[in-house]
């Protein structure tokens, strides 16, 4: 490794700088560079930072890696500085030895790779120093000189910037492009041009890849083979350093893309290169070159207290010490350590030590230490370390291959902890009149009073561990208070602390109210009501009503500002009876139930209901039949008629409903007509919580008789001595025997045939009314019984009067 240290004309200018302006951050004062490079392309500098250089050849051309060095400048004519950052000729490198398999001495440019350089961690504003890109061969007839061109052509995260760090004599250099300064080459690897010297990529840089090109041109005359170049490469990298005194540890970081303090802002972050203007002398750094110091992370010189991290004046034992530091760290984690030597004893120690992890894309990190008992007040110093790997955080100095140190001179002032109240904490509200008070953290023998204004509430004397505890001596009353503690030490110093501020409650919050259905099959139903705003709200479950029955706490939730409040059961609440009572607790403690709430749950449907009257396949005599069935105990059963059978029948047409007896059974009569022919009928049994199941359909055959027009009255006239007979449907209706045509029956064989007049219903009873009578539910069944009995009577009546009322010798044989 190579690391460099500014030389004492540029640090004196920078300091004096820093000076005028108040702080500066300081440019970097030392680089890293690799000691060896491996076989396989790789080098691993102290901080543990990789560099990787391959090369990928193409098509025509040969390229043969080795570890290699840096070419001294050929010829003579060698400037001040060949390579920047303190690396010389002889100094590790990369190497790859390029051939052209066709060469082509026509001054052509032909592309002969890529050359692609990756870094383990992202990395700011890297060197790249370079040699063997030109070279000459001379024979006999003559020279023939060949020279290479590199062009950045991609980088991550983004692609680098070009800048000349040395003089580049005979070559030109733009943002993207190193070349020879000549258009047709004649002038490539000739005496006072360079091969090489050193590139800063600027900005952040993890992989940069560069289209490598070469040509090859023949001097006048000449016949001589060309040279094949022998390309090295190797690379430094800017170290941040500490600049505490020797005895605390030196630190060094790798420069990346991970800042803290005010180099956070990227407006604010120090220039750690001086690219101006087109030479290459003023293109170098004032840090070029200065004498590599040991193989050690280095020490750099105080610039200063960074003015974006603000450190305490004051800091009291046993108490926190906190403060908040400006942090970049882009969208991957990092860590943050920090390091006080509180009491002065010339060395940050472990105990000393405290750090916090910051998630992607933070702005700012607080660290937070306990001030220790041996604190001592005076000049000391603190340190901060960020980086991606917190294994290179645990020590106070040594390596890491990213981010930042800021080493700051402290004036601290230490001295005895203001008394603070522990118990309760600030903002905390009471049911208890007369609380507990408890502090910490006291001088042991002092006395503490507690004030409420100007009233002293209680004393205590500070016990040898540093607490206090007392309780006030007089209730509180309702409402808010401040209670202050005011310390007396032994020799008469007042220390007063910051009040705290609670307020005390004994008004019970109003009571909660439970908003429920009586039935649900959804056991996870949401529970709601309203209360006091602010209050917590609390569901108890009593399963099955039983007063010894332990509840148990369904859900809790916090009464919004409009007094609602809503929460689901954490656990699923099994079927079956549940009395819900809501209990709520204000910020005191204070509690009030509720009225208690019943609950059944039952997610099992009914079950399915049968439908037995009338039974399949039956023909159906009447436009509204009786129907009957079985459901389940206190299920609500409605019978539905259709056209056809499942759900894709036409529209169903609901018939009657009726909730099924406790054995079971369950009867309606419809109060719709069915229409004629096949009808299909369904019984649909629904719970109490609204869950439905139907049972099969039903098939029957409907012929209902159609209703005759209503005949005009007539008067009655006399039939026969035969009786009418009881017709054998259940209604019991009375028929009359059929007659012939004109109202004569057919006589006997040997017997005279007698005129008998037809059969007639009396004056204002219709066959109608007779057919509607037949078909009347069975609670109108008395009606027509009697009817049917009073009409028998009348006929026979009517018979006798016509056959006993001739007298003697009306009848004839």
Not at 229 to 252: C, F
Not at 279 to 298: I, L
Not at 779 to 786: D, F, I, M, N, T
Request: some cysteine.
């Amino acid at each position: 490794m190579r690391r460099q240290v500014p030389r004492t004309a540029a640090a004196v200018a920078a300091l004096a700088t820093g000076l005028i302006i108040g702080w500066n951050p300081p440019p970097s004062a030392a680089q890293q560079s690799p000691d060896a490079w491996t076989g396989g392309h790789r080098a691993v500098m102290p901080s543990g930072l990789s560099v990787q250089l391959d090369f990928a050849a193409s098509s025509g051309f040969g390229a043969a890696a080795e570890p290699g060095d840096l070419a001294d400048r050929a010829g003579g004519g060698r400037a001040a500085a060949l390579y920047a950052d303190g690396v010389h000729p002889g100094d590790p490198a990369q190497a790859f030895r390029i051939s052209d398999e066709r060469p082509r001495a026509d001054g052509s440019w032909r592309t002969a790779g890529t050359l692609r350089l990756s870094f383990s961690r992202p990395v700011r504003n890297p060197r790249l120093h370079v040699s063997g890109l030109a070279a000459v061969a001379t024979g006999r007839t003559g020279a023939t000189g060949t020279a290479a061109r590199l062009t950045l052509t991609g980088g991550t995260p983004s692609v680098p910037a070009l800048v000349n760090r040395t003089e580049w004599p005979g070559w030109k250099t733009d943002a993207t492009t190193l070349a020879p300064a000549g258009a047709d080459g004649t002038t490539d690897g000739s005496g006072g041009a360079a091969a090489e010297g050193s590139l800063e990529l600027t900005g952040t840089v993890r992989t940069a890849v560069f289209r490598v090109e070469q040509r090859t041109t023949a001097r006048a005359g000449t016949t001589t083979a060309p040279p094949a170049l022998r390309q090295a490469y190797t690379v430094t990298v800017d170290e941040d350093l500490g600049t505490a005194p020797q005895g605390y540890g030196n630190a060094s970081h790798v420069i990346s893309d991970l800042f803290l303090g005010a180099d956070a802002d990227p407006a604010h972050r120090g220039v750690r290169s001086v690219a101006v203007g087109r030479s290459g002398a003023d293109r170098r750094s004032v840090w070029a070159n200065p004498v590599p110091p040991a193989r050690q992370p280095g020490r750099g010189e105080y610039q200063g207290a960074d003015p974006s991290i603000g450190y305490p004046a004051e800091a009291a034992i046993g108490r926190s010490y906190r403060i908040t530091v400006p942090v970049a760290v882009g969208d991957q984690p990092a860590t943050l350590a920090g390091w006080i030597d509180f009491d002065r004893n010339g060395r940050f120690d472990p105990a000393e030590r405290v750090q916090t992890e910051i998630p992607p894309g933070a702005g700012t990190a607080t660290l937070e230490w306990t001030v220790p008992p041996g604190a001592a007040s005076g000049e000391t110093w603190a340190r901060l370390r960020i980086a991606r790997n917190p294994a290179q955080l645990i020590a106070s100095g040594g390596f890491a291959d990213s981010g930042q140190v800021s080493d700051q001179r402290l004036k601290l002032t230490v001295g005895a902890a203001r008394p603070e109240i522990a118990e309760p904490v600030d903002g905390t509200v009471l049911a208890d009149v007369r609380p507990q008070i408890r502090g910490e953290g006291a001088v042991a023998g002092a006395s503490v009073e507690v004030r409420d204004g100007d009233a002293v509430l209680c004393r205590a004397q500070v016990e040898r561990s540093g607490d206090w505890s007392c309780r006030p001596d007089r209730a509180l009353a309702a409402g808010p208070h401040g209670l202050t503690p005011v310390e007396t030490t032994g020799g008469g110093v007042v220390l007063r602390g910051e009040a705290v501020r609670i307020t005390v409650k004994t008004a019970p919050p109003a009571a909660p109210v439970l908003t429920l259905p009586e039935y649900t099959d959804d056991p996870g139903v949401r529970l709601s009501g309203t209360g006091e705003a602010g209050s917590t709200v609390s569901v108890a479950d009593q399963p099955g009503g039983a007063r010894d029955a332990a509840a148990g706490e369904v859900c809790s939730t916090t009464v919004r500002a409009d007094g609602e409040w809503s929460c689901l059961p954490v656990e699923n609440l099994p079927d079956g009876h549940h009395q819900l009572t809501p209990v709520a607790v204000d910020a005191a403690g204070n509690r009030t139930s509720g009225k208690a709430v019943v609950l059944v749950v039952d997610t099992v449907p009914p079950d399915k209901p049968v439908l037995t009257a009338p039974a399949a396949g039956q023909t159906v005599r009447t436009a509204r039949p009786r129907l009957a069935g079985r459901a389940e105990p206190g299920a609500r059963v409605l019978v539905t008629a259709a056209s056809g059978p499942g759900p894709a029948a036409a529209e169903r047409t609901v018939l009657c409903g009726a909730t099924a007896a406790f054995d079971g059974s369950w009867t309606c009569t419809g109060n719709r007509d069915l229409t004629d022919g096949e009808q299909w009928l369904t019984a649909r049994a629904n719970d109490l919580t609204g869950s439905a199941t139907a049972g099969d359909a039903v098939r029957v055959c409907v012929a209902a008789a159609p209703a005759p027009a209503a005949a005009a009255p007539s008067v009655p006239v006399p039939t026969n001595s035969v009786p009418p007979s009881r017709a054998g449907g259940p209604s019991g209706a009375v028929v009359a025997p059929p007659l012939p045509a004109g109202g004569v029956t057919a006589p006997a064989e040997g017997v005279r045939a007698q005129a008998v007049p037809p059969t007639t219903s009396p004056v204002g009873v219709s066959a109608e009314s007779s057919h509607a009578a037949a078909e009347r539910p069975e609670a109108e069944g008395w009606r027509s019984g009697l009817a049917g009995g009073l009409l028998l009577l009348a006929a026979v009546g009517l018979i006798t009067r016509r056959v006993f009322g001739r007298g003697p010798g009306a009848r004839r044989r």
